[in-house]
């Protein structure tokens, strides 16, 4: 079992850095297009979270913008890749972390009132691409020979799913 696994995390490494950075660009996009529409939901029709979602984006929205601006830089001066993939490395895993967390006080706490929505498979996918960017690119190339280090966006993988199947199944018992 060791062996596939080991292989297929051996070419993770292989995915190009531009590649990379389009991606981590899209996701930021996204956080910006969701957060500063809910941001702009608060001032139109305020809700009882309005001021938990001002303050949470005056986090999340410049930390999109540095992701698009500095990938931005990095598609355009190609030298640049590494370390702004090490910076977005950081950047994803402290949000990942957090979106994480949250998914965790659901799962203890319950269901947040009101209109929610969860959407199954994105913080598996969120903390283990999240974890691997971290990896490859934010740690000095000493410790990529470590087994930790090799199989942490596996197991930052598999915990997440857990998670993320956990709030599903507390969902659909709030349904029921």
């Known amino acids: 079992m060791n062996g596939p696994v080991r292989t297929l995390l051996g070419k993770t490494d292989r995915i190009p850095e531009k590649a990379l950075l389009w991606?981590?660009?899209g996701?930021?996009?996204?956080?910006a297009l969701a957060?500063?529409?809910a941001l702009a939901l608060t001032y139109s029709k305020p809700t009882p979270d309005a001021e938990s979602i001002r303050q949470f984006t005056l986090i999340s929205l410049p930390l999109a913008a540095v992701v698009i601006v500095t990938a931005a830089a990095a598609l355009i001066r190609v030298e640049f890749s590494r370390r702004v993939l090490g910076i977005h490395g950081v950047i994803l895993v402290a949000a990942s972390a957090a979106v994480f967390l949250w998914a965790a006080n659901i799962l203890l706490n319950g269901i947040p009132e009101g209109k929610f929505i969860w959407s199954a498979r994105f913080l598996t996918a969120f903390v283990g691409y999240s974890v691997f960017v971290l990896c490859r690119f934010s740690l000095p190339l000493r410790f990529h020979t470590h087994a930790a280090v090799l199989y942490a966006s596996a197991i930052a993988l598999a915990v997440a799913a857990v998670l993320d199947i956990g709030v599903l199944v507390r969902l659909g018992h709030r349904a029921t």
Do not use: E, P
């Not at 996701?27 to 956080?31: D, E, G, P, Q, R």
């Open 23 to 25: 991606v981590n660009v």
């Open 27 to 31: 996701l930021a996009c996204f956080v």
């Open 35 to 37: 957060h500063s529409g």
